[in-house]
C-alpha cells in the first residue's frame, strides 16, 4: 500500500526559493515515475513537473519551465522540487505522486494522495 508525504512548504516572498520533498512508504519508488502536481482552493489540479522512474528525463508545466527543477534520490525513497524565483501565482498546495507519461495528460497513479505541503507566496 503506497502512501505519499510532502514536506518543505511554507510562507515566503516572491524571488525566494523553497524545496519541497516527497516520501514514499509501502513501494519502491524507483520502479515509478514520479511528479508534482499543485491546486489553489476552490480550482482544479494542475500539473507541475515529472520525471521518469530511473532518472534522467524531466517534464515541466511551462509556467515552471527554467525556475523549478525536478529530482529523485530512489534510494532514500524521495523525490524532491526545487522552487526557485518563486511568484506569487505558485501559490498553492502542492502533492506529489506516481505520474503516467505515456500520454500527454501526465495523469496521477496512486488513488490515495499524501496531505500536501502549502506553499505561499506574498508579493
Known amino acids: 500500500q503506497v502512501q505519499l508525504l510532502e514536506s518543505g512548504g511554507g510562507a515566503v516572498t516572491a524571488g525566494e526559493s523553497l524545496r519541497l520533498s516527497c516520501l514514499m512508504s509501502g513501494d519502491r519508488i524507483g520502479d515509478y515515475p514520479m511528479g508534482w502536481y499543485r491546486q489553489e482552493l476552490g480550482k482544479a489540479r494542475e500539473f507541475v513537473a515529472a520525471m521518469n522512474g530511473a532518472g534522467g528525463t524531466a517534464y515541466y508545466a511551462n509556467s515552471v519551465k527554467g525556475r523549478f527543477t525536478i529530482s529523485r534520490d530512489n534510494a532514500r525513497n524521495t523525490v524532491a522540487l526545487q522552487m526557485n524565483n518563486l511568484k506569487p501565482e505558485d501559490t498553492a498546495l502542492y502533492f506529489c505522486?506516481?505520474?503516467?507519461?505515456?500520454?500527454?495528460?501526465?495523469?496521477?497513479?496512486?488513488?490515495?494522495w499524501g496531505p500536501g505541503t502549502q506553499v505561499t507566496v506574498s508579493a
Open positions: 505522486n506516481g505520474v503516467y507519461l505515456w500520454t500527454n495528460e501526465y495523469e496521477p497513479r496512486f488513488p490515495n
